[in-house]
């Protein structure tokens, strides 16, 4: 029996396949994908944990797990290796009764209950793996207190053209929830929702264990959940963050938040010493920069040999841009090698990857035909020959 129980432990969701970043995901799972020249993308919420004072987090995996649960490890690099608590890793697995995959996002956390009972909390915070933000969850679970609320979930204003692509959250003068409205057309606010729930975790394990038993349930949190318990009048409340998040899930959106680390205008600061970004940093070699390279306004990581130009552009650790080549408005993943003469422009290159002699791989938007732009991508551990053009919006 446990001597002591856990006021707030996390569960971080991050199984999905991320198939709308295509190549980069085809070996890992997406909140293992590299970002910003150091990270992954799960050093954001886990980070974020660490530095609210939650040192419980459950990472529930699915999809090509092997690359994720190396990285994770013991949760040292983050303060997670821990006798009680800590991290752990929470794939599916055999139980007495039945095996299957994770259906959904509420079925996940539906079968890993006993995990959850195992510290007796009062509240559990439902996390999502794909996101790029800095967040103090302590403030949204004080919040969570103060309104007595059985549920509470964070939103973030977005702009009105942009609400079709989110969940958003319709709310009363006191922030208390009265509809949900999924990706609609026409939303009534611009309230979207993050994907960040706190709930009592006996009014969550009562609904978890209802869904579980409707065979008519998709088992997810924001279609089944959310709504069963607006339904059955539970004290459900937004909680309005106002910082920067960026949903990762798209290649267009996974360049753009790269990009936003070194636009001067966007608030989102890495080097911050009161709140940390933790990652697994394996030992690299300082980077080596020619008498001919030239470098302008980008994030080089270590363990790099540059001579040739970068211009806006985020590399990655272990990289090689040879004599020559060019590189700007990009995102290089680490161990990439661009050869001599080769230009990269807008395009995410994945890890691993060579760009031959002389190829050219994406365009400026500025030179090209409207409504023909966009990210090129390489995936991972993929080559472009010599001389090879790859085209704006082309994905190898």
Request: aromatic letters at 10%.
């Amino acid at each position: 029996m446990l001597e002591r129980k856990k006021e707030c432990i996390a569960m971080l969701l991050a199984g999905g396949q991320g198939s709308r970043l295509k190549v980069l995901t085809s070996d890992i799972a997406k909140p293992a994908v590299p970002f910003g020249g150091k990270y992954r993308i799960i050093d954001f919420p886990l980070s974020n944990c660490v530095n609210s004072g939650i040192d419980t987090v459950g990472i529930l995996t699915q999809y090509q797990p092997l690359v994720l649960n190396s990285y994770i490890g013991n949760g040292q690099p983050w303060g997670l290796n821990r006798n009680y608590g800590g991290v752990h890793v929470l794939p599916p697995y055999m139980q007495s009764d039945k095996s299957e995959w994770y259906k959904g996002t509420a079925n996940a956390i539906y079968q890993n209950i006993h995990y959850i009972d195992m510290y007796n909390p009062e509240y559990v915070l439902i996390l999502s793996g794909d996101h790029i933000y800095k967040m103090d969850y302590s403030k949204m679970l004080a919040y969570h207190k103060e309104k007595n609320a059985d549920c509470t979930i964070a939103v973030i204003d977005v702009p009105k053209e942009e609400t079709y692509r989110f969940g958003i959250i319709n709310t009363n003068p006191d922030n208390s929830i009265y509809e949900f409205e999924e990706k609609p057309k026409n939303a009534k606010s611009t309230n979207a929702s993050m994907g960040i729930y706190i709930f009592n975790w006996k009014v969550l394990r009562k609904f978890l264990t209802e869904d579980e038993q409707d065979p008519n349930s998709s088992n997810d949190f924001g279609k089944n959940i959310l709504p069963n318990l607006l339904k059955d009048q539970q004290r459900l409340f937004a909680y309005n963050f106002s910082g920067y998040w960026k949903d990762v899930g798209t290649l267009e959106s996974l360049w753009e938040a790269n990009m936003d680390l070194i636009n001067p205008t966007v608030p989102f600061e890495l080097k911050d010493q009161d709140f940390k970004i933790y990652s697994r940093n394996y030992a690299k070699p300082p980077s080596f920069v020619s008498a001919n390279a030239k470098i302008e306004h980008s994030m080089v990581a270590e363990g790099c040999t540059i001579k040739g130009n970068i211009e806006n552009s985020i590399i990655f650790t272990g990289c090689t841009i040879e004599e020559g080549a060019i590189v700007k408005d990009s995102v290089i993943m680490p161990n990439t090698i661009i050869r001599a003469g080769a230009i990269v422009e807008y395009a995410i290159i994945g890890e691993d990857a060579e760009i031959c002699k002389n190829a050219k791989v994406g365009k400026s938007p500025s030179d090209c035909p409207i409504n023909t732009w966009g990210i090129s991508v390489v995936g991972t551990r993929k080559t472009i020959d010599p001389e090879q053009v790859i085209a704006p919006k082309e994905i190898v």
